[in-house]
């Protein structure tokens, strides 16, 4: 079996990586600011619980670091291959600290029935719960 090495598939994959890269830089920077007006909007209209507000800075945080490494690596013209670091990074991050952002559970925590997205995102508890405390 003979593995193929070809100046092809190398420029076919940083080609890829600088496109990652290029939209990274252009479109992150709507997600960063949906992310800033989610936070504000949660603070304005509903009022969920401490770890929800964390969550979202906490996510914020992450594609602001992704974003701001997408912007130094096509503003300075660095090797497009370099956003690999900070998407690994990132991803290592949410993971051991999954709790941290993604807090949301599909079910009340006092009776076990199933959330509506709304209360996913919102509260704990259920409608029903909710009303009898």
Not at 7 to 32: C, G
Not at 108 to 121: A, D, H, P, S, V
Request: proline share 3%.
């Amino acid at each position: 079996m003979q593995i193929f090495y070809t100046e092809w598939s190398i420029s076919s994959i940083v080609s890829i990586m600088e496109n990652v890269v290029f939209y990274l830089k252009e479109y992150l920077y709507y997600v960063l600011i949906g992310w800033v007006v989610i936070y504000f909007l949660m603070r304005r209209f509903v009022d969920p619980p401490a770890s929800r507000y964390k969550a979202v800075i906490y996510q914020t945080l992450i594609i602001f670091v992704l974003f701001s490494s997408a912007l130094i690596i096509y503003d300075r013209g660095l090797a497009s291959q370099w956003i690999w670091l900070p998407l690994i990074i990132s991803s290592v991050v949410m993971y051991y600290f999954r709790n941290h952002f993604f807090p949301y559970s599909g079910v009340c925590k006092n009776c076990g029935e199933k959330l509506t997205t709304k209360e996913i995102f919102t509260q704990e508890i259920c409608q029903k719960c909710k009303s009898k405390d």
